[in-house]
């Protein structure tokens, strides 16, 4: 069997960026209509990158975006690198937006799949702040 051409390679890497943005815009829809207010998209920060940062009343959610064949593989997905990551760059956005550092502050996550409903997980995974 021969090994992939490169141009096959690289329109599945630009499908599958395309299906992550698109991900992320159904899930800032899915989190408005659930009432909550989009801060920032794709925040990016010493060496971190956000997703989503929403709030809602008090709390401030910090959201990774998972999109997968089936949302049960998404829910597995975020690991203790990319928690390290996410937190990084969500102290960075604290120093700079201190108004929220009394807030409730959360990791959440919403799941896409194709066909399916938007999953939204609050405190999906430990925010790594400290």
Do not use: Q
Not at 78 to 86: Q, T, V
Not at 87 to 108: E, K, M, S, Y
Request: hydrophobic share 45%; charged share 30%.
């Amino acid at each position: 069997m021969s090994p992939p051409r490169r141009g096959d390679v690289e329109a599945r890497r630009r499908l599958a960026h395309r299906f992550g943005l698109n991900a992320e815009t159904i899930a800032a829809i899915w989190l408005t209509c659930k009432g909550y207010s989009i801060l920032a998209r794709r925040y990016a920060a010493h060496g971190g990158e956000i997703d989503l940062i929403a709030r809602k009343g008090d709390a401030v959610a910090f959201v990774e975006v998972k999109a997968r064949a089936d949302l049960g593989s998404a829910a597995e997905s975020i690991g203790p690198a990319k928690r390290r990551r996410i937190g990084r760059a969500a102290r960075a956005w604290l120093a700079r937006n201190p108004w929220a550092v009394d807030f409730t502050l959360r990791g959440d996550a919403v799941f896409v799949a194709r066909g399916k409903l938007p999953r939204h997980e609050r405190c999906a995974y430990t925010l790594m702040i400290d």
